[in-house]
């Protein structure tokens, strides 16, 4: 099945993204698995091998669970909905990549962590 596409800041995509918010929710996926991928990679060697992603929505476990095996990314797991049941797998991870969780919420829960990057996508949209 083939899906017709508009360009991004296009008047048609802001009239359909106006009926249907899904569709801004996809913008940038591809940057953000190329993030995810980087901020990855730059992790030492041994911190690379048991690690998971944890999202801190569906939008952004969407983009990592259908962009991300391309990039040798694990599935992500996030606490929306219910993406948390497919979980990390057997061992799970030491270590692991946060995306869109707030700060406050990640000191509640993490002992510690360190800012790796930020998302972004070419066309300014979140």
């Not at 929306?80 to 692991?96: A, E, F, I, K, R």
């Not at 790796?116 to 070419?122: I, L, T, V």
């Amino acid at each position: 099945m083939t899906r017709a596409c508009t360009p991004v800041n296009s008047h048609w995509r802001e009239r359909a993204s106006a009926l249907q918010e899904t569709y801004l929710g996809e913008i940038g996926w591809p940057e953000l698995v190329q993030e995810t991928a980087r901020i990855r990679d730059s992790l030492p060697p041994e911190r690379r091998e048991r690690r998971g992603i944890l999202t801190g929505g569906y939008g952004a476990a969407g983009a990592i669970n259908l962009f991300g095996p391309h990039c040798g990314l694990p599935r992500a797991v996030s606490g929306v909905n219910s993406l948390w049941q497919h979980g990390y797998g057997d061992p799970s991870p030491s270590t692991l990549i946060l995306m869109g969780l707030k700060r406050r919420l990640a000191d509640e829960i993490f002992e510690g962590y360190r800012l790796a990057g930020h998302m972004w996508n070419r066309y300014g949209r979140r």
